[in-house]
C-alpha cells in the first residue's frame, strides 16, 4: 500500500529559517512542498522518511536564501495492482461503489466490478447483492455507507492537473473537477465486499 | 524537482504506523498539510491489525512463511491484513489451489495467528460495534 519515492531537488531555504539545522529547514520546506500532495506517476506523498544525501548549498546574486540540492526518500501512498485493501463505503451512485480510506477518497468500484448480480436501490441510494441462497429465494445484501469493505485495486489514473492555457481552458468544460489520482477496485470474489458478509 | 526512482521499497503499514507516530510526536508540531495527512493516516492505520504488531513478531512471521515460497506481495498482503480464514488465502495467493495443499493453508494460518494473535478478535470487535 506504502511505497518509498527516491526524489531530488533543490531547496531553498530563506533566511528566517537559518536558525535552524540544515537538516531540518530542508525536512520541514519538502514535506511543505509534498504532503498530502500526488506526485504525477508517484502517487500520494504523506510524509518524508530520509534524506538521502546533501549536496553543497549555494545563494544566488539578489537573493539571501540558500539553494541545497537534496536527495530524498518519500513515503508515498500508492497500492500495486492487484492488492487487497480495506476501507469504508464513502457512497454509493449510478456509476459504482465509492469507497474511502480516510485519507484517500478516490477508489470507484464500477457496476462490472461488484458481485453478480446486483442492482442500485434508488430509494435507499445503495447498491444491493442479490445474493442467491441456492432455494430459489434472493438475499438482499446491501452495500451502506460507512460499512468496512475489503477490495481488490485493479487499476490506476493518473491526471495531469496542472492549470490549462486560457485557450485549452475553454474547450475543456470543468478542468477543477479532474481527479489527479484515482483507483478502481473489484470486489466479484468470494471474501470480498463487506466483511460482516463473510463473518459466519 | 525530479523523480530518481518512483518505488525503491514498499514498506509495510506497520513500518509507516511506526514513522508517523515519530512525525507526530515531534515538537514543535507541525502544521498544514503534514499534520493533515499524518492525522489521517495515522487514524487509519490504527484501525488496522499492524497497531499491534511488532518489527519482531513480523520478522519471525516472514522467516517461518519463506518455505510456502509465497511472492513478496502476497507477503505483503498477509502482513498488513493477516489472513484468518482459508477463504482469505484464496484471494490473497494467486492460484492458491495449485500452489498449497489444504494442509499448508492450514499451517500458514496457524503460524499467523501465532505470531499475530491479536487478528481473531478484530472481525468480532467490529461486529459488535456494527450490531
Given at each position: 500500500m506504502f511505497i518509498l519515492a527516491e526524489m531530488k531537488n533543490v531547496t531553498?531555504?530563506?533566511?528566517?529559517?537559518?536558525h535552524l539545522k540544515l537538516n531540518d529547514a530542508i525536512a520541514g520546506e519538502l514535506n511543505k512542498k509534498l504532503a498530502n500532495k500526488v506526485v504525477l506517476n508517484v502517487g500520494l506523498c504523506i510524509a518524508l522518511h530520509d534524506i538521502v544525501s546533501l549536496q553543497e548549498s549555494y545563494i544566488f546574486p539578489g537573493d539571501g536564501a540558500s539553494h541545497t540540492r537534496v536527495t530524498f526518500r518519500y513515503i508515498?501512498?500508492?497500492p500495486f495492482i492487484e492488492e487487497i485493501i480495506v476501507g469504508k463505503i464513502r457512497s454509493c451512485s449510478q456509476e459504482g461503489v465509492h469507497a474511502t480510506l480516510g485519507f484517500f477518497d478516490d477508489i470507484l468500484i464500477p457496476p462490472s466490478a461488484l458481485q453478480h448480480p446486483s442492482r442500485f436501490d434508488e430509494t435507499e441510494q445503495a447498491w444491493v447483492w442479490e445474493y442467491d441462497t441456492g432455494d430459489g429465494n434472493k438475499h438482499d445484501l446491501f452495500m451502506d455507507a460507512g460499512e468496512t469493505i475489503r477490495f481488490r485495486v485493479t487499476a490506476e489514473t493518473f491526471?495531469?492537473?496542472?492549470?490549462?492555457?486560457p485557450t485549452l481552458k475553454?474547450?475543456?468544460?470543468?478542468?477543477?473537477?479532474?481527479?489527479s489520482y484515482s483507483l478502481l477496485g473489484s470486489i466479484n470474489e468470494p471474501g470480498l465486499g463487506l466483511l460482516s458478509w463473510w463473518d459466519s | 524537482m525530479e523523480i530518481v526512482n518512483s518505488n525503491c521499497a514498499s514498506l509495510s503499514n506497520y513500518e509507516v504506523l511506526e514513522h508517523l507516530q515519530k512525525v507526530k510526536d515531534c515538537r514543535p508540531k507541525h502544521k498544514g498539510q503534514l499534520a493533515t495527512i499524518t492525522y489521517e493516516t495515522l487514524r487509519y492505520l490504527e484501525n488496522t491489525p499492524c497497531k499491534d504488531q511488532t518489527e519482531e513478531s513480523i520478522k519471525e512471521c516472514i522467516k517461518e512463511l519463506a518455505p510456502f515460497k509465497l511472492h513478496k506481495t502476497e507477503l505483503l498482503i498477509m502482513i498488513n491484513s493477516p489472513p484468518v480464514t482459508p477463504l482469505e488465502i484464496q484471494f490473497i495467493v494467486e492460484e492458491s489451489e495449485e500452489r498449497l495443499t489444504e494442509d499448508q493453508v492450514q499451517e500458514i494460518l496457524?503460524?499467523?495467528?501465532?505470531?499475530?494473535?491479536?487478528?481473531?478478535?478484530?472481525?468480532?470487535?467490529e461486529d459488535e460495534q456494527s450490531e
Open positions: 531553498r531555504i530563506p533566511p528566517e529559517l537559518f508515498v501512498f500508492r491526471n495531469d492537473t496542472c492549470p490549462a492555457g475553454e474547450n475543456q468544460d470543468n478542468p477543477e473537477n479532474k481527479v | 496457524s503460524i499467523i495467528s501465532k505470531h499475530f494473535p491479536h487478528v481473531q478478535k478484530t472481525p468480532q470487535n
